[in-house]
């Protein structure tokens, strides 16, 4: 009987190759689009988990809110690590990290600059799970000046000579490392990659006992069982108890003084929710992480897409069904009960969706490398052979077979076969009211994904053009030329003599992109009012970044050294309460030898030193200049302006390989994550559409077949062709129209919660909503016109002898 | 075998009742071969189906062997009407994806019976109407009589007692019908009772009992004498 099923559904397959295609194209699509967004999503959900302790460790992160700034860090001060184990016995050991990013190690003749490097306590490979392959297995940074590298980074330096024991220079401080053991490579899933983790054994900072500057990442491995909330309740008073006694010296007020305008604590972090929930000042992060919010969207697009695709299926299956109720009436009257019948349908479901499934694997295999690069990640094809996978797909296969095959079985199978012989059976009401209801769940997801692109587009093009206070284009990072030493003067003057360079200054400070930090307290009549950014720059600093005064003058030779006046921006004058008159108005700033008196030269005017998701903070630029340069050209031709410049660096005689960065593509890079998603949304908006329309041609292909005799009926009483196609078009786009009143309120209230994450962004404005509809519209339009319009010029004899 | 007693079957239009069965009585014994004629919408097929327990009626009483068919659950109706009864149709209603041999043996398969057992029956029943050759294609291939005959074949495969035949000839032309109907004969006399609704005096001649329909009631009787 099993056997039989398969025979008749195979050759009813055979019979409608056109419908049957458009139904395994949908659903392999839908599938597959399934597939590529859950590997997605599980990978990143995987983040970490690869610790054994995963479930066990926190983060210890700081968060403050002082004067009106918040400040969450996900660094926290030196001596935490022991205080918290020492005061709670569920902590069972702790551990920290400090990032010392990639400076340049030597072994023998060669020497590199890409290692990412980290000091981390002895016990750090006791908490978190990074294998020794080689090398002292048990303690291997128990001594000084001993340092665990990665088998890459081994191969890197000694190639195959035996690691251990080996010396290793860090060239800045000329300091030795000893090779104790070496490790796997670090997960990719993993929320930090180091190369190199030295021992903090004999290193000064880890032994800093002071509470008011925070530089390590610190890690507590807790008892089994542990609810971090009861360790994270008692945070307050520990802080209080640590904190409190350092406070006077530090901030002029004392511990319960500050309490009373500020807030102050730390908090624990999962370790498995560093990577997509965290958002910690990004110098303070390790690395850039993903964002829960877009997993939720995945996840969501990844639903969709497979609903879409189960909606078609079960569409065209019923629409099909008067051509198969001649089938199910004989049937009926040779005997076959119901529950036979919808054995029969639902196997021709199950042959489907398995086929669907192949292909599914198929198109997944060939859009994996596409989607890895959209995604930037490694995912591997094999990631579909763990069991557990394969269980989900055949699950999905079982699921899908029902979801899809389930309502037209029930739906034929419950034919009168008297009626169904005769052919009387046309689609009734209800099932009609199904289908339409169906064709409007599936533009509803169309019409909304196809709206959420265009505002996510419209916003990355708002922050391109966006007027950011300074010029980002034709800008040359060179962060680098502090290497030349003494020699950047003349590397620099070589520069500006340079005809295609429009200006030139030194800084270390650039508003996007990779930049040196710097932030000081700011007094005011012995009141402490702010911490303020600094930028330490140079009397070519504002020409050459384009930004512009709106008050005073700019840092200049003629006024001598310009050591003790200060340029700062809107907001800070602002915040200093400036407003009316602020040239000649000084205030205090703290540095590490007491305070330095500052006299203000000029505002200038606010520009975007931080994402768009930021307001802007206060700042306050000294003419101390340090660091790289940064080059404006005149032209645009920026690739030729290059290669001249690497070659006057080599001219130089510099050990360094020359290094630039291009301060538009670094802008870019700030809004990565966004662009990503956006990329990625309009691509399956561009599939759920194309798949809905799948249906949508496939259900005017019934009607059409259907209304063949009328349409005949209708030609041979005059009615023109375009009247015909109205008449077949009508009712389709209908459900579109309504469609567009169910997803747009939806995604608009989505799409402007997702907009609230920028401080700057754009008003959704009604054009928006025309254009989506206008795409979703024209696009299904097409698709009906192309059929309806075959029908509406077949020659009306022709379906009027078929009867 | 069968018997109707005061059968009323109606559909409602624009709130008026109209009868497509009218008070109608009837009584069939085991070994008969009834002719059921009259014009265009008398009620001939409507009473097929209703016998044929494909239909519904809405008043009167309906014994099939002795079994109280108005009253009974739909799954014994079922079985009763799959054990018993067998269906041949004026379009013949052949699956058009199934060979002929596979349509023979869909009511088997319905019947739940083996798959060796299933064989020997299609393989007897091709045999006896000479379509042995004809066993592996597909209705499309055949002629209208050749497609009759697979319908006739599939409604016996079941060996039932009662064969309901819509039209059966109503395809086809004179000497194919005059050889279905020479079947229908020889089926009676091995014991087959059998019902045909048809236009044809000619066809309807081969019966035992001309029934005439008009209106959804019964007008005259005519029985041969034997």
Redesign the interface.
């Known amino acids: 009987?099993i056997k039989?099923y398969f025979?008749?559904a195979w050759?009813?397959i055979l019979?409608n190759t056109g419908i049957f295609s458009l139904n395994i194209a949908g659903l392999a699509i839908g599938i597959a689009s399934c597939l590529l967004i859950t590997l997605f999503v599980v990978d990143e959900l995987s983040y970490d988990r690869f610790n054994e302790n995963a479930d066990e460790i926190v983060r210890v992160v700081f968060k403050a809110k002082v004067n009106g700034e918040e400040m969450k860090e996900a660094v926290v001060m030196a001596p935490v690590a022991e205080a918290l184990k020492s005061e709670f016995p569920e902590v069972v050991d702790a551990t920290r990290l400090t990032n010392h990013y990639n400076p340049e190690f030597s072994f023998k003749n060669t020497s590199y600059r890409d290692s990412r490097f980290a000091y981390v306590d002895p016990n750090f490979f006791e908490i978190f799970t990074l294998p020794v392959v080689k090398g002292n297995i048990n303690d291997p940074l128990k001594e000084p000046n001993s340092i665990v590298i990665t088998e890459q980074e081994a191969k890197k330096y000694f190639g195959d000579e035996d690691p251990i024991g080996k010396i290793l220079i860090l060239e800045d401080e000329n300091q030795q490392f000893k090779v104790t053991a070496v490790i796997e490579e670090v997960p990719k899933n993993s929320h930090f990659h180091f190369d190199i983790f030295a021992s903090t054994e004999g290193y000064l900072p880890a032994q800093n006992s002071s509470w008011m500057n925070s530089e390590f990442y610190t890690y507590l491995l807790l008892k089994e069982g542990t609810s971090s909330e009861n360790i994270e309740a008692k945070l307050p008073s520990i802080v209080e108890k640590y904190m409190g006694p350092q406070m006077k010296g530090e901030m002029g007020m004392t511990f319960s003084e500050f309490k009373k305008n500020n807030e102050i604590g730390l908090f624990l972090q999962p370790l498995t929710d560093i990577h997509l929930k965290s958002d910690f000042i990004a110098s303070t992060q390790l690395e850039q992480g993903g964002d829960i919010k877009y997993i939720y969207i995945f996840s969501a697009v990844a639903l969709f897409m497979l609903l879409i695709a189960c909606i078609n299926f079960t569409n065209l299956a019923t629409a099909a069904a008067s051509k198969r109720a001649?089938?199910v009436?004989?049937?009926k009257?040779?005997?076959?009960?119901k529950n036979?019948l919808i054995y029969q349908f639902l196997a021709e479901s199950f042959i489907a969706t398995t086929l669907a499934m192949l292909i599914a694997i198929v198109l997944f295999s060939l859009a994996l490398p596409v989607f890895n690069d959209l995604a930037e990640k490694e995912l591997p094809l094999n990631y579909l052979l763990q069991p557990n996978i394969l269980l989900m797909l055949v699950c999905l296969i079982i699921i899908i077979g029902f979801l899809a095959g389930g309502y037209p079985a029930f739906f034929l199978s419950s034919f009168k076969?008297?009626a169904a012989?005769k052919n009387k059976f046309s689609s009734s009401g209800e099932s009609k009211n199904i289908r339409s209801g169906l064709v409007v769940f599936q533009f509803v997801i169309s019409a909304g994904l196809i709206l959420a692109t265009l505002i996510v587009n419209q916003q990355m093009e708002y922050i391109q053009n966006k007027n950011l206070g300074y010029e980002k284009d034709q800008m040359l990072v060179l962060r680098e030329t502090y290497l030349l030493g003494n020699k950047q003067n003349a590397f620099k003057n070589k520069i500006i003599r340079d005809p295609r360079v429009e200006h030139v200054t030194q800084s270390a400070f650039v508003p996007a992109g990779p930049s040196d930090n710097s932030m000081s307290g700011v007094f005011l009549q012995q009141e402490f009012k702010r911490r303020m950014f600094v930028y330490n720059v140079d009397e070519q600093y504002l020409p050459t970044m384009g930004m512009d005064l709106v008050a005073g003058r700019n840092f200049s030779k003629e006024y001598g050294s310009d050591s003790t006046n200060v340029i700062i921006n809107e907001r800070a004058a602002e915040i200093l309460d400036f407003k009316e008159d602020p040239l000649g108005k000084s205030f205090i700033r703290d540095t590490h030898d007491g305070g330095q008196k500052l006299t203000v030269i000029g505002v200038v005017k606010d520009f975007h030193f931080k994402s768009l998701h930021q307001n802007i903070d206060p700042l306050i630029m000294l003419n101390n200049p340090y660091g790289g340069i940064i080059v404006r050209a005149k032209t645009a031709n920026m690739s030729d302006l290059i290669k001249d410049l690497n070659a006057t660096w080599i001219s130089f005689n510099v050990n360094e390989p020359f290094s630039y960065s291009i301060l538009d593509d670094s802008y870019n890079q700030t809004y990565r994550t966004e662009q990503k998603m956006g990329s990625i949304l309009s691509i399956f908006a561009f599939l759920t559409i194309f798949v809905a329309c799948l249906g949508l041609f496939g259900l005017v292909t019934y009607t059409a077949e259907q209304r063949f005799k009328e349409i005949g009926i209708r030609k041979v009483l005059g009615s023109s062709i375009p009247q015909i196609v109205a008449l077949l078009s009508k009712d389709f786009l209908k459900l579109v129209l309504i469609s567009f009143l169910i997803a747009f309120p939806i995604c608009f209230y989505l799409m402007n919660k997702w907009l609230q994450e920028f401080a700057y962004r754009i008003e959704v404005g009604w054009q928006v909503f025309v254009m989506a509809a206008l795409i979703t519209f024209v696009i299904a339009f097409l698709t009906i016109a192309y059929k309806s319009i075959k029908a509406a010029t077949a020659n009306p004899v022709d379906s009027l002898r078929t009867e | 075998m069968l018997e109707l007693n005061h059968i009323y079957k109606w559909v409602k239009a624009g709130g008026r009742r109209i009868f497509l069965l009218n008070d109608l009585s009837l009584k069939v014994e085991s070994g008969e071969f009834i002719s059921i004629m009259g014009p265009s919408g008398s009620g001939k097929s409507t009473l097929l189906?209703v016998i044929?327990m494909?239909?519904d009626f809405n008043e009167g009483e309906y014994y099939f062997l002795e079994e109280p068919v108005h009253t009974i659950k739909e799954k014994q109706r079922?079985n009763l009407?799959?054990e018993n009864i067998g269906?041949v149709?004026q379009a013949y209603?052949?699956?058009?994806?199934?060979t002929v041999y596979?349509n023979i043996e869909?009511?088997l398969?319905?019947?739940?019976v083996k798959s060796s057992e299933r064989k020997a029956l299609v393989a007897d029943i091709l045999d006896r109407f000479n379509i042995v050759g004809k066993k592996d294609l597909f209705p499309a291939q055949l002629s209208g009589g050749q497609q009759q005959l697979v319908g006739i074949a599939?409604a016996l495969i079941?060996k039932p007692k009662l064969i309901l035949a819509d039209e059966p000839t109503g395809n086809l032309n004179s000497k194919q019908g005059e050889e279905i109907m020479e079947l229908f004969k020889e089926l009676n006399e091995e014991g087959v009772t059998i019902i045909q609704a048809t236009h044809s005096e000619n066809n309807a001649e081969y019966g035992s009992r001309i029934i005439h329909l008009l209106d959804g009631s019964m007008v005259r009787e005519k029985s041969e004498t034997i």
């Open positions: 009987m039989n025979k008749i050759r009813s019979k001649k089938e009436g004989i049937r009257v040779l005997g076959s009960s036979q076969p008297i012989l | 189906n044929g494909l239909d079922a009407y799959k269906f149709f209603h052949l699956i058009d994806e199934l596979e869909t009511p398969l319905y019947k739940n599939r079941t």
